[in-house]
């Protein structure tokens, strides 16, 4: 596609603009922000890419993924900002899942191992766990709220905090990991998904893009059950002290 | 008011406060052994704070509680917590049958409540045997507490916190769990704290009163203070609660 072309789908940006106009939704200038970041980020992250494939560089690999683990670690955290030490237990549980998919993807050759792959699945597999990430705190954060009787009933008839905690840290890894399995149900019937669209539109083997984007949707799989279960088993310790109390922040 | 009774739970000079608002401010005093306490005083007073102090759910920030003479903080918490029984007005439950709950605490200890105990529990706190297998959304909140309250006694608590468990119930309900705590007071001589916002259950049911008002004990003494308040305050208090 040319430059010129692209251009031309700047239509598709317009539209929005002249129904927010029009109805005066006032996100003229969200979308614009919206528009320019993306061409930005997205034209700088393709050369960097082109650079990185180019030189095959193991170290270059490494910067590009430690990147991605941390943009999407100060991201994630936000949601779980009143569970303590939110940031290393993301991180470690972002890294985790890295390491386990890019791990099994590597020894058994289901990939090659080129930055090409390593950068894309990663990518695809960090993205993934941070939106899961997010889910599962969004939900456990207002588990733990919602329901502090039911803990403190637990406690107070002489259970332990993992007593305590655990329908609604179960509820909360459950809640989580639904999207990626009810997205899955409906694939290739409802919604083609974006990567296997892109190889099919760049050239590539249908069949061929089916086999990589099934890679993917099962890859999708661990990375929502590991995130979740990890991260909830990382989270819920810190929500109460050595005398088995929940912590001040969290009583309502 | 600690003449003839052991102290069962003493405060000592005790302060709590959440996000720097004070919450108590400096309680001392002392809950008699075997004997039947009400707490009363307007809503934001601090009378479920200090309860969630007498079994550990909460620790004070300064001062000292001792729970039959030994430091709050010298107990395990698991120990403590099944001394010290706890009973809200909410009745939390856990989802399946009344069996269910009342197995609760001790499958807690990964054991197992046998169902003719569970039936006596039942017998105890006036319901019939066969309410062992109801799923527990179909019980009225008056059953509801009842099994809340029996389910407190499977760990045989010496000490019972009752967090205003009468207040969303009927009449009736609420004549027969008064008279459940009166039985399960003479019967076992569990010491007993009960939040109510009922002046008349405080003066009927309970032996001693605490008026707490802002974070602060006023008044304190025999619950017959309530018909005769000497601080301003409470007499003000009683008036508002009496209309």
């Known amino acids: 596609m040319s430059y010129l072309t692209l251009s031309i789908t700047l239509i598709f940006v317009l539209i929005p603009l002249i129904l927010s106009r029009t109805l005066k939704l006032g996100l003229e200038k969200d979308t614009i922000i919206a528009t320019v970041r993306s061409i930005v980020q997205l034209l700088a992250i393709g050369y960097v890419l082109q650079f990185i494939f180019d030189s095959e560089n193991l170290l270059y690999i490494f910067l590009m993924v430690t990147l991605m683990l941390v943009t999407a670690t100060l991201n994630a955290r936000k949601k779980g900002s009143s569970i303590k030490g939110i940031t290393w237990k993301v991180g470690a549980t972002l890294l985790f899942v890295e390491v386990l998919t890019q791990s099994i993807l590597l020894r058994f050759h289901i990939t090659p191992p080129t930055a090409q792959f390593i950068i894309s699945i990663s990518g695809m597999v960090i993205g993934n766990s941070m939106v899961l990430a997010i889910l599962f705190l969004n939900r456990f954060t207002s588990e733990v709220e919602s329901r502090q009787d039911e803990t403190e009933l637990i406690l107070s008839l002489g259970g332990t905090p993992k007593q305590a905690i655990h329908t609604q840290l179960m509820q909360s890894i459950k809640a989580s990991m639904i999207p990626t399995i009810e997205s899955q149900k409906t694939v290739g019937l409802v919604q083609l998904p974006g990567m296997m669209s892109g190889q099919i539109i760049g050239g590539a083997d249908p069949i061929q893009a089916v086999q990589f984007q099934l890679l993917i949707l099962f890859l999708l799989l661990t990375t929502a059950a590991v995130t979740s279960v990890m991260l909830g088993f990382l989270s819920y310790p810190t929500l109460f002290n050595q005398r088995m109390q929940l912590l001040k922040q969290h009583h309502q | ?243």
Not at chain 2, 87 to 111: D, F, H, I, R, Y
């Open chain 2, 1 to 243: 008011m600690t003449k003839r009774y052991k102290p069962a739970v003493h405060f000592q000079h005790v302060d709590y406060s959440v996000d720097e608002l004070p919450i108590l401010k400096n309680i001392t005093g002392s809950f008699p052994e075997g004997r039947i306490t009400t707490l009363v005083g307007p809503s934001g007073a601090g009378k479920s704070t200090l309860l969630k102090l007498c079994n550990g759910l909460i620790s004070p920030d300064s001062g000292e509680i001792y729970i039959k003479d030994k430091e709050i903080s010298s107990y395990q918490p698991v120990e403590l917590r099944r001394n010290v029984g706890m009973a809200l007005q909410s009745a939390p439950m856990v989802s399946g049958t009344v069996l269910t709950n009342l197995a609760l605490p001790l499958a807690l200890q990964g054991k197992q409540l046998p169902e003719k105990e569970a039936a006596d529990l039942l017998d105890h706190v006036g319901l019939e045997a066969d309410y062992v297998h109801r799923n527990i959304r179909d019980l009225s909140g008056g059953q509801r507490q009842k099994v809340s309250i029996a389910r407190t006694l499977v760990n045989r608590p010496q000490i019972l916190l009752l967090d205003e468990i009468t207040s969303a119930l009927d009449r009736t309900s609420q004549q027969e769990i008064e008279e459940l705590i009166l039985k399960i007071n003479r019967k076992h001589g569990t010491t007993m704290i009960w939040i109510t916002h009922n002046l008349e259950q405080a003066l009927t049911i309970g032996h001693y009163t605490w008026v707490m008002m802002e974070g602060e004990v006023i008044e304190t003494g025999e619950s017959d203070l309530l018909k005769s308040p000497v601080n301003e305050k409470v007499k003000r208090f009683v008036k508002g609660e009496a209309q």
